[in-house]
């Protein structure tokens, strides 16, 4: 199995930065899907920023040119630094990958989100 664990979330002054951190753990043979999404209380959960295929990036209009992501493929991490944090950021952020882990005797698709790590930001 894999696990997703992010960290990093917490209080942060409106115009701060914040970085979240997300961790996948377990026998994982390839990761093909990264990215990050977010809910607010009563709001559906949205995307916040992926890799797509190619390893290109694609953000909300919402974040970009305050928001990025990136990953360090060899410790199957991926980060995204909150610049400039506004009064719409505020939610619960949560990251999700796709990928193939061992099962043991063959590979098994799997596709997890993490508990998600708040983010408030002060006015």
């Known amino acids: 199995q894999v696990q997703l664990v992010e960290s990093g979330g917490g209080l942060a002054q409106a115009g701060g930065s914040l970085r979240l951190s997300c961790a996948a753990s377990?026998?994982?043979?390839?990761?093909?899907?990264m990215g990050w999404y977010r809910q607010a209380p009563e709001k559906q959960r949205e995307l916040v920023a992926v890799?797509?295929?190619?390893?290109?990036?694609n953000y909300a209009d919402s974040v970009k040119g305050r928001f990025t992501i990136s990953s360090d493929n060899a410790n199957n991490t991926m980060y995204l630094q909150m610049n400039r944090l506004k009064s719409v950021d505020p939610a619960v952020y949560y990251c999700?990958?796709?990928?193939?882990?061992?099962?043991?005797?063959?590979?098994?698709?799997?596709?997890?989100w993490g508990q998600g790590t708040p983010v408030t930001v002060r006015k």
């Open positions: 999700h990958a796709g990928g193939l882990y061992d099962g043991g005797s063959h590979l098994i698709d799997f596709a997890d």
């Open positions: 890799f797509t295929k190619g390893g290109s990036t």
């Open positions: 377990g026998i994982i043979f390839s990761i093909n899907t």
